[in-house]
Structure formats: C-alpha cells, structure tokens
C-alpha cells in the first residue's frame, strides 16, 4: 500500500477511535478528533505530514502525494 492510502487510513482509524473515547470514556477525546482534522487540512495546503516522515522510516513506500 502506499503512502498516501496509508496516511488516510491512518487518520481515519484515528477519527474512529477518538470519537469512540470520547464517547464512553471522555469527551476530552475529542480534543484528538480536532488535532486530526487540523493536520490534515495544514498537510493539504503545506505538504508538510509528520505521520507521513515516521511511515516513511518504517519502509513505507511513497506515493505521489508525499514525496
């Protein structure tokens, strides 16, 4: 899988698990929930993803999106 789809699936897997804690356990879960969601919109705009640079480190192979 590349890069890209693992950085969405990532984030969505962290979307799902925020919103779960927040649910049942804290509602300062979803404190992660809005972190996510701010990373992902300043990743668009800059290219910048720090999720992409440790998956790359573990081989990981780049898509077209994070060079």
């Known amino acids: 899988m590349a890069l890209d789809r693992v950085i969405l699936a990532f984030a969505g897997f962290m979307i799902l698990v925020s919103v ?3 649910v049942y356990v804290s509602p300062y ?3 992660l929930t809005v972190f996510v969601g701010l990373n992902l919109i300043q990743s668009s705009f800059t290219g910048f ?3 992409a640079i440790i998956f790359k480190k573990f081989g990981v192979k780049p ?3 994070f060079n």
């Open 29 to 31: 879960w979803f404190f």
């Open 20 to 22: 779960a804690l927040g």
């Open 63 to 65: 898509g077209c999106a």
């Open 49 to 51: 993803c720090p999720a």
